[in-house]
């Protein structure tokens, strides 16, 4: 589908710069949930119809991220797709991680009797040493819209021999990303992705899946028919980190993951970043390689505010978000309210 078609399937009100925070949905996303809310609430059928939902939604995620499905796990958060890997270090294990981090990739390691080393994020790389046992970070930091040294990040870990997590919420939907180059991926799928919360995805690289123990084993991780009793039977690949998933998020991310996979990441990477630099350039600032931008002058979440731009308040800055459904006269918009 062409670019220019098919953001017509997203309908944000003007102003709409937050997908930092959530993404909006497209038109046949919210249309696939229509059905089964009314089959829910009349107790039409059983949840099975449903479920056919996830398997897409993990295939076209998969080929999101130039994966294998069975190397794809279904979460509800990044922070239980993380949380197995950390419980699998042993104690006093060194995880290096940036030291702005958000939570949902930091608190997974230090509610662990580990020891969490947090460096700026320019300094990762160097961080990482024979003592790492592990590096974790964000693809694309949360509060300042930093994308990381990727390329030296993998490379110190490799020839250091470091587990290497990342977390690609703040990425993967408009950042190309390849979870093939990592150990684990983790993704909320909320923000960029543009499904509903209650949707994440993991990557566990099968060279580590038999070093982390699947902590929250359940019946929907099972081999077969694994709804009652023992022996423990869970899937040979990554779905035996799966949790039953909420189907109705599901039901709407197949959809929208199909449909951004039908558009590709290259065009939304370019669209969003050129935005991001033509709100930058307005603002006197140097262009940058992502499609977040903060704002650090004073007032300006309010002047954003009074002037219908919703957008957010991180570390004390503005924090605004471009993405495929933004248009120019919604960046003009909030350089008006700004300049």
Same mark, same amino acid.
């Given at each position: ?26 038109? *046949? ?9 009314? /089959? ?18 993990? #295939?076209?995620?998969? %080929? %999101? ?24 270090? *042993? ?5 290096? @991680?940036?030291?702005?981090?958000? #939570? ?5 390691? %230090? ?21 790492? +046992?592990? @590096? ?7 509060? #300042? ?22 977390? +690609? ?29 209650? #949707? ?22 099972? /081999? ?30 197949? *959809?929208?993951?199909? %449909? ?45 505010? +009074? ?13 605004? +978000? ?5 248009? /120019? ?11």
């Amino acid at each position: 589908m062409q670019f220019v078609d098919a953001v017509k399937l997203w309908e944000p009100e003007p102003g709409w710069l937050n997908t930092a925070s959530y993404g909006v949905p497209p038109r *046949p996303a919210f249309e696939a949930l229509q059905a089964p809310l009314d /089959e829910w609430r009349r107790g039409a059928n059983g949840w099975e119809k449903w479920d056919e939902s996830t398997g897409r939604a993990r #295939t076209a995620f998969a %080929l %999101l991220v130039g994966a294998m499905p069975g190397d794809i796990a279904l979460g509800a958060s990044a922070s239980q797709v993380l949380a197995p890997v950390a419980a699998s270090l *042993p104690p006093g294990s060194r995880v290096v @991680v940036p030291d702005i981090e958000h #939570t949902s990739n930091l608190f997974p390691w %230090l509610v662990h009797d580990l020891d969490v080393h947090t460096v700026p994020p320019a300094d990762l790389p160097a961080a990482i040493t024979q003592r790492t +046992a592990a @590096v974790a970070f964000s693809l694309v930091q949360s509060a #300042t819209g930093e994308v990381a040294p990727i390329d030296d990040i993998v490379a110190a870990a490799r020839a250091h021999g470091a587990l290497l997590v990342a977390d +690609a919420t703040q990425a993967a939907g408009w950042l190309p990303v390849d979870a093939t180059r990592f150990d684990v991926l983790a993704v909320s799928a909320y923000k960029w992705l543009t499904c509903p919360r209650g #949707t994440a995805f993991g990557y566990l690289s099968p060279a580590v899946r038999d070093r982390i123990r699947p902590t929250a084993a359940n019946w929907y991780a099972g /081999e077969g028919n694994a709804s009652y009793g023992p022996p423990l039977r869970l899937a040979k690949d990554a779905r035996r980190f799966d949790i039953a998933p909420p189907w109705f998020s599901y039901v709407a991310a197949a *959809p929208t993951l199909e %449909l951004l996979l039908d558009i590709g990441i290259d065009p939304i990477h370019e669209h969003d970043v050129r935005l991001a630099n033509r709100f930058r350039t307005g603002l006197g600032m140097a262009p940058s390689n992502s499609a977040i931008v903060t704002v650090s002058k004073p007032g300006s979440a309010e002047r954003l505010a +009074a002037a219908g731009i919703r957008a957010s308040v991180r570390n004390g800055g503005s924090r605004v +978000a471009f993405h495929l459904y933004t248009t /120019e006269a919604d960046v003009d918009a909030a350089l008006t309210a700004l300049t």
